[in-house]
């Protein structure tokens, strides 16, 4: 019994240090895989391993020391790569909220959601995207400041054929359009189907970068189509685009006092009355509201 105690007050630390290490690195894998680095890395990673295996196999002793001087630079390489990526996830920490409240919300999505229908009705091309914590600005090219109220009309005005900015992408902050006639990157997979063009390449690409919601209308068949992630679904109804952006976008309201936080997580104590049937209604129905889609 005393031997056993003695392995495990030996082994708990070891232990607990291998755990670590394995959620982290889990983690890493999982925050580098799908990222454009993510081929980058993993060739450095294989070269490195090779060298660290030669090393120790031949007893190799300046080519030890190089190792370790390189291992001191990966980390700053890393933060270069991985740029975009790191501030992305450093401003989700924060949890920063784009629109106010959950109704000012949905008012903007339901602006989107408009603006959108009406460009594929009228087979006009559109690449509006939905800024998040990222700003975009640092992303996208030739910028026009608009800083204007969002409006399905104003939408419709950029993207009109003639107008001299309706080749390029909006910036969306909030419920007011920030920027027109923007220039998104190119994403550089080769993988996409020819058929893409290049206001859906730029979607993707935007939306590899940051972490924007990318909403894009076709000129030729008025598809719309929506970019997040680096992912592009194509052809979606208006309720799918409004299903998707509200999942992401409208966050529930936070508490802005204690009596808030209280009242919203603290049950009531008092006896709530039972609900009265109205008259000719059968008491536990309850009546559905259908809205149909504007």
């Not at 990966?74 to 909220?97: D, S, T, W, Y």
């Not at 920030?178 to 993988?191: H, K, N, S, Y």
């Not at 970019?227 to 979606?236: C, D, E, M, N, P």
């Not at 808030?260 to 603290?266: G, K, N, S, T």
Request: hydrophobic share 45%; with cysteine.
């Amino acid at each position: 019994m005393p031997e056993l105690l003695d392995m495990l007050d030996r082994a708990w630390r070891p232990a607990i240090e291998i755990l670590i290490l394995a959620v982290g690195l889990y983690y890493v894998f999982t925050f580098v895989r799908g990222r454009r680095g993510a081929a980058i890395v993993t060739g450095f990673l294989v070269v490195v391993l090779t060298l660290a295996l030669v090393t120790n196999f031949l007893q190799l002793t300046v080519l030890g020391r190089l190792l370790g001087s390189i291992a001191a630079f990966a980390v700053i390489a890393v933060v270069v790569i991985f740029q975009p990526e790191i501030r992305q996830m450093l401003a989700r920490v924060g949890n920063l909220q784009v629109f106010g409240t959950a109704h000012e919300q949905r008012e903007a999505i339901e602006v989107v959601i408009r603006a959108a229908e009406r460009l594929s009705e009228a087979h006009i091309g559109g690449l509006i995207a939905i800024e998040q914590s990222v700003p975009l600005q640092d992303e996208v090219e030739n910028i026009l400041p608009v800083n204007c109220e969002a409006t399905p009309e104003m939408f419709e005005t950029i993207f009109f054929p003639n107008n001299a900015i309706h080749d390029g992408g909006v910036i969306l902050k909030g419920d007011r359009i920030a920027c027109a006639g923007c220039i998104f990157p190119l994403t550089p997979r080769q993988d996409l189907d020819k058929s893409m063009g290049t206001r859906h390449r730029a979607a993707i690409g935007l939306s590899e970068a940051t972490d924007a919601i990318v909403v894009c209308v076709s000129e030729e068949k008025g598809l719309i189509s929506y970019a997040y992630k680096g992912t592009l679904v194509r052809g979606v109804s208006p309720e799918d685009l409004r299903a998707f952006l509200s999942s992401v976008l409208v966050k529930p309201d936070r508490p802005r006092t204690v009596r808030e936080w209280l009242l919203a997580h603290v049950p009531s104590s008092k006896p709530q009355p039972a609900p009265q049937a109205e008259s000719g209604k059968q008491p536990g129905t309850a009546a559905v509201k259908t809205q149909t889609p504007s």
